[in-house]
């Protein structure tokens, strides 16, 4: 049994070479090894070692290096065995000289080792074998139970023979395991491989694909570089992409284009279908390449022409369309290869019976339908309907059917020439090119791709792309091997041989095949000079920008990020404090932390043009009460420090430093602080005829000066003469206002470093909003703007912003919504923010439940993020109406089911359906002047009717958001006869799924004992105003569970078994006007009302 020594995964043996003859035994005297076999430059070759004195070894054993090519082996041996197998002799193979080695060698290696019998020199014991890699850290590996004591020791085995054994190695150099670390896809094959971000292998299978087309990736390496930011620019993304393929040594990632996709992480870690992702990005890339000098190489690449066709079988009659197409779905079920699947793709259809062809002019008629191609593409991509749909199982299965493919094919017999289309120039022979493989089923797996590659132009070999590891292949194992269907394996049980079929779940999904004879162009090999000079040099810059990046991500942690604010930033800030650093106020300055903090200067100096000499630093401190001040300024001999121990000094932490940089002027700041006498105090104004804050400046005053000489010293920059009188105020925190003593010193008030001292004018005007500072600071602290958004289109409609007051109440907050508005207020109804959601809560807010603004705004649970959000409704009828009675929309339906008249009512929330149909009567009969007749309500849902409403029953179940459904009960329903049946009747659309879509407006309907069909059809049409013409080419079904049976010309509807969730379908398109209408509350009532709200939908349906 094989041992690992060390635990190190061994890759697949490769054969072994011949074996040389074994030398003589050997004589009881110690005798030199046997020189080596001349060995190739590869490091293959054989050599044996002997091991004497057996019986006195008991520790392990080395023999002399050997060396075959550029290296030195040895065998180490293990006489009394090793980890424990002491009834084996272990030997191992092992690098005799590692330290001599580059660090990086490794060698791969199949060797064997045996032990020979030195009675026979041809025979030798049951060989041991394996492959390993050899590293400069792996240098041995081999086997514990390498022969067993006990067939060593027999008497005349000739295994030891004078107390000597001797062991064989036979070496030969082996293919590197793709699965190695030591794997170079590019040194092995020429080609690197694409990094999964997840779930990404079905792209990385088809941009393989796309960048070895050659006419395809220089197509897009000529597309024009634009302006537009890369991560959107998907052309830019994908050039990157191939630009790297081409010339990196390692995988390429994929990041970029996939954001170029608009797609997010969950979009890469969410498997797409390739054949959508082919015809989405080459749509993509021919818009781009319009109008450039490589405009329309994608359809000369990959259009090809069919025609259509309807043959009338009785009549003289055909309809004819030419259609392009740029890939083929060809079927898998039922065909057992790729021909069988071309013919049934061409394959003529019969139209009869419920499936006739409405021939223009002739009715409804028997008919052939089918097509044929009238010209094939330079580079076919051929889908394979390996994904179905089973009616059985309801649900999407794989079909892993076995469909043989070749190398080659002739489509020569599938193509038609028709006068409309100019004929194929070429013989439609075609080479296959790439095999796209997914492994797994339905709910997921895996894809990689089988391409062929120009070596040179010209020599082409098979290569494997699994992502980031790409192989060479033998073309058996990218062709044969993913037909699919079942594969035999046979295994051992009891002593008998069993054999067993699996189904192979590894098959071909898509096929690339290309004109055989343009084979040479389509497939060229990649050139430098393929690359234009302008995109090289763009992706390099990119290139270097994103290591400019990494660098200096790599290297955050050396350097100290230190935000530098001065009085231009206070003077901007006008509000509470000195500066906002959550609006990132000032400049960040980095400087590595191991610099002591005088370098600071120079760059603060280059940064604000401040001189070096007029700096002072200041380290802002977040105090107790919350605030945060320039409070400890950082002396002469601290800058002597590193900039690491400034942040250990003033507990900064690790994030950055908060500096201000106070300028020294001599006249209010001095160059030198005296340490206990002087203040660093900063002064603000408030103008109570704006009203408004402003920074005045800052100053350095003794603690014994008193607070009217700043007033002095600033009162001329406000505007104030020396006979008017002022307040003074200390602003210790938003909530904290203290009045000054004019007269007392700043030692006496207890003000120090960082200190605000806010003056006004004592006498203010009498209409002034806030008469002191004290009022305005209590106004800034209550401010708050509101961002107020419709409630039925916050997505997409404008919304409102106002500043209003925390503590306003409700109705203060209505008041000041609906003079924006120009509304009444009483009608205006809010709805609170989720901000988990980032949607509107999915009640209305009940006025009496919080206090104030302040208290709506703040969300119930800590753990929700504050918002600053509202939405609002315009009602019908006041929102304390509404808080006490129940608003219903009632649409009222006509005869011919279509809608005639909306209304609304308000009615007690204690109120019963019967008061409802009371209401809805009155309205009737006063819109139409006449009595009304008995009323019923129903709701709709997707096209049917889903639930009648009886009379006696509250109006709970009732949504004001919703629209339902009044009519007058017909009175053929009131007057039924014995047989009749009262049957519900919906329109739907065919699908290509066995459900159907419904769409319109429902309705009931009596069906007669013994009416034959063709008469409950003309009631219907006369029912609907349907023309004869049109109603013609509808179809009738019978529909359960939304799965239709058309129903046969002789039946008679009333004797039909309809359960009760059974209806009456109509099958037809749609109006153009009306495509999906499916309530009478529908937000668009047309196609043209959907695109009109959003013009970027129309973009996005035709992607």
Known sequence: QERRKQMVEAPTPAPAPATTPAPAPASTAAAPAPAPAAAPDDGSGIFTVRFENFSKIHEKRYSEPQTLGPVKWRIMFFPRGNAGYHEYISAFLEVAEPTSLPPKWHKTVHFKLALVNQLDPAKLAPTQETTHTFTTTSIDWGFNQFFRQSALQEAGSGWLLNDTLVIQATITAAKLSAWSEYYDPKKETGCVGLKNQGATCYMNSLLQALFHTATFRRAVYAMPNTAEDTNK??????????????????????????????????????????????????????????????????????????????????????????????????????????????????????????????????????????????????????????????????ANVKVNDKLAFSSEIDLSRYVTRDPSTPPMTEAAIYSLYGVLVHSGDVHGGHYYAYLKVAKSPGVYQWLKFDDERVTVVEEKEAIDDNFGGEEDHTYVYEGRTHKVATKKFANAYMLIYVLKSRESELLAPCMPEDVPAPVRAKIEQDAQAEEAQRKTLSDAHLYASIRCVTEKDFKEHMACDLSDFAESRGKVIKIKKADPFRNLRPLVEQAFEIPAAAQRFWVFVDRENKTCRPQEPISEAQEGLPVSEIQRLHSTGINEIKLFIQVIDNKFIPRTLAAKEDISIFVKFFDATIPALSYLGGVVVKSTAKIESVVTQFGAMAGITPQERVLAFEEVKPTMIDKLDLGKTFSALKLGHGDIIVFQKAVVAPDSKYKTAEEYYDFLLNRVVVTFKPLDEYKTAKSIDIQLLKKNSYEEVLAALAKHLGADAAKIRLTLHNSTMDMPKMLPYKRGERANLGEILTPMYATQTPTNILYYEILEFTALELETNKMIRISYFGENAEEKKQFLFLLNKDALVADLMAQISKAVSDEEKRPARPIRILDVFHGRISRIFDAKETLFPFNEKETYRAEEIPEEET????????????????????????????????????????????????????????????????????????IAEDKILAEHDFKQSDTLGLEHQPPKSAYAVVAPDSKYKTTQDYYEHDPTLKEAERA
Not at 981 to 989: A, D, E, F, L, N
């Open 975 to 1046: 007057k039924l006869q014995p047989g009749d049946k009262i049957v519900q009747v919906q329109h739907y659309q065919k699908t290509s799924s066995p459900l159907i879509l419904p769409f319109g407006y429902p309705f009931y309907f009596v069906l007669k004992q013994g009416e034959p069909f063709s008469a409950t059809r003309e009631r219907i049409r006369g029912k609907l105003g349907v023309a004869p013409e049109q109603f013609s080419k509808w179809k009738f079904a019978t529909v359960t569970f939304s799965r239709p049976e058309y």
């Open 233 to 394: 620019n998907i052309p830019q993304a994908l050039q990157r992409v191939f630009y790297l393929l081409q010339t990196s040594n390692q995988s390429v990632g994929t990041k970029q284009l996939t954001k170029s996709f608009g797609w997010d992480a969950f979009d890469s870690f969410t498997q797409h279908d390739v054949q959508e992702l082919n015809r989405v990005l080459c749509d993509n890339l021919e818009e781009k390449m319009k109008g450039s000098a490589v405009d329309g190489t994608i359809p000369r690449l990959y259009e090809g022409k069919a025609l259509s066709y309807i043959r009338c079988i009785n009549i003289t009659f055909e309809s004819k369309r030419v259609e392009s197409f740029y890939d083929l779905s060809l079927n898998v079920k039922g065909c057992s290869d790729i021909y069988a699947s071309f013919d049934s793709y061409i394959e003529e259809e019969t139209m009869n019976g419920d499936n006739k062809y409405m021939a223009e002019g002739h009715g409804l008629q028997d008919a052939k339908r089918g097509c044929m191609f009238l010209q094939l593409p330079p580079v076919l991509n051929l889908q394979l309907k390996r994904f179905e749909y089973d009616p059985m199982r309801d």
